[in-house]
């Protein structure tokens, strides 16, 4: 199999058939606590797509080139959060002087992108899918933030349709977007086996 096609299903594996979100259930704060406007949740999946893209490519770096030649694997942790933490400031920063209505609407749901366990999650599986190619992480990575943003901005628009909706007064609020969530995981674990 040449590298093209290598990454183009690796792209599509880790977007749809490997989603965080749906089938890692990582990133369910920021899923579940943004996703009520679309323009918020896109914004978000714009976010996180650049931090774990950014985490993602900078931790296989750090890890492959300075911890395992050096043997000190035992500070991937360490250095893991620190960079996740340094590329959610860089976006913060950016979002606040370019964006700040977005800003303001995101609320502490922007800080918490440091805690996001997708993005850190990521980071690991890079290293325990046994990675070895640089351009692969990157594109996992990036393809990792294009699911989170897909899944985030599928469960606004239905959260925005539910509006309208007759739902039931014991199932409005937290109850219908749990079922909403668990509905959304099953369509996409179906998906479960189509590419490695």
Known sequence: MDTLQTLIIGFLSVVIVNN????????????????GRIDMAFGMGCAVTFVVTLAGTLTWLIDHLILQKVGLEVLMY????????????????YVKKFFPPLYESFGIFLPLITT????????????????DSFIEAVVLSFGAGIGFTMAICIMAGIRENL???DVPDALQGAPITLITAGILSMAFMG???MIG
């Open 191 to 193: 998906f479960a086996g």
């Open 163 to 165: 509006r309208l909706a």
């Open 20 to 35: 965080l979100v749906f089938t890692k259930f990582l990133g369910i704060c920021p899923y579940l606590g943004v996703s």
């Open 78 to 93: 360490v250095c893991f959060i620190l960079v996740i933490a340094g590329a959610v400031q860089l976006v913060e920063m």
């Open 116 to 131: 996001n366990c997708a993005i850190l999650g990521l980071c690991l599986f890079l290293n325990l899918w046994e990675i």
